[in-house]
T-cell receptor, first 114, second 113 residues
Framework: EAGVAQSPRYKIIEKRQSVAFWCNPI?????LYWYQQILGQGPKLLIQ????????DSQLPKDRFSAERLKGVDSTLKIQPAKLEDSAVYLC????????????FGPGTRLTVL | GDSVTQMEGPVTLSEEAFLTINCTYT??????LFWYVQYPGEGLQLLLK?????DKGSNKGFEATYRKETTSFHLEKGSVQVSDSAVYFC????????????FGKGTKLSVKP
């Protein structure tokens, strides 16, 4: 079974630029999560989707971050404009059902904002 | 709010040494507790979990016991290997409509041959 796929693996941008990350969850997984992992800290949930609807986006900085999962499969997380403090690893995870502790994580996208 | 506190790293051990990584939590109820491992260049992988007090999770020689009285979930391994070098995260989870994983800051382990 293929795992959670993410791209790109690395991205370097200048502050105030825009960036987008892509995630393809495990086939059949209805729930998709985006986490932000700042260096030296644990992952923090940004947003959770159930199919193509948002379940929880309370930790998403909505002034600059947006995410979508239009067809209930893959998802895109966008930052516009980026700030220096957005430098982090962005992890995508998926689960078969919502509200479960059994989540499968992708390898992450490491973002550096200069 | 709910939180997880792990011992500061990095931890450097020689091969075959005994490992303990401390983890304590603050929670209003009785969450499930987890240890995740992140090998270099890879995503998080679930290492073990325990869902109620006095449960012991175990996997790949690692163990942790859910201690309600001390609100702890310390990770132990009797004899570490070079291949155990990674970052280890303690986490808690509540179920229900607002359930999500809350992670500690992680502890980096380096095992020298």
């Amino acid at each position: 079974e293929a795992g959670v796929a993410q791209s790109p693996r690395y991205k370097i941008i200048e502050k105030r630029q825009s960036v987008a990350f892509w995630c393809n969850p495990i086939s059949g997984h209805a729930t998709l999560y985006w986490y932000q992992q700042i260096l030296g800290q644990g992952p923090k949930l940004l947003i959770q989707f159930q199919n193509n609807g948002v379940v929880d986006d309370s930790q998403l900085p909505k002034d600059r971050f947006s995410a979508e999962r239009l067809k209930g499969v893959d998802s895109t997380l966008k930052i516009q404009p980026a700030k220096l403090e957005d430098s982090a690893v962005y992890l995508c995870a998926s689960s078969l059902v919502p509200h479960t502790d059994t989540q499968y994580f992708g390898p992450g996208t490491r973002l550096t904002v200069l | 709010g709910d939180s997880v506190t792990q011992m500061e790293g990095p931890v450097t051990l020689s091969e075959e040494a005994f490992l303990t990584i401390n983890c304590t939590y603050t929670a209003t109820g009785y969450p499930s507790l987890f240890w995740y491992v992140q090998y270099p260049g890879e995503g998080l992988q679930l290492l073990l979990k325990a869902t109620k007090a006095d449960d012991k999770g175990s996997n790949k020689g690692f163990e942790a016991t859910y201690r309600k009285e001390t609100t702890s979930f310390h990770l132990e391994k009797g004899s570490v290997q070079v291949s155990d070098s990674a970052v280890y995260f303690c986490a808690l989870y509540y179920g229900g409509s607002q359930g999500n994983l809350i992670f500690g800051k992680g502890t980096k382990l380096s095992v020298k041959p």
